[in-house]
């Protein structure tokens, strides 16, 4: 897996814990925010593992 999309496995992970902690907490928009930036990390982690799976299919 590439460092990319590792870290943006990471981000996406830690932004999911942080959106169930704002919803707990009542804080509903800021979890609303936390959501969505769960699936742009989400997006981006699938991205970079589809490039480099594309990448390894073309150079063999």
């Known amino acids: ?5 590792l870290y943006s496995l990471v981000v996406c ?3 999911l ?3 169930v902690v704002s ?3 009542g804080g509903i928009v800021l979890g609303i ?6 699936g ?3 997006n981006m982690t699938w991205f970079y593992v589809r490039r480099n799976r ?7």
């Open 1 to 5: 897996m590439p460092r990319l999309a």
């Open 13 to 15: 992970l830690l932004a």
């Open 17 to 19: 814990v942080a959106a």
């Open 23 to 25: 919803f707990v907490q």
């Open 33 to 38: 925010v936390w959501v969505l930036l769960v």
């Open 40 to 42: 742009l990390s989400s």
């Open 54 to 60: 594309m990448r390894a299919e073309a150079a063999a």
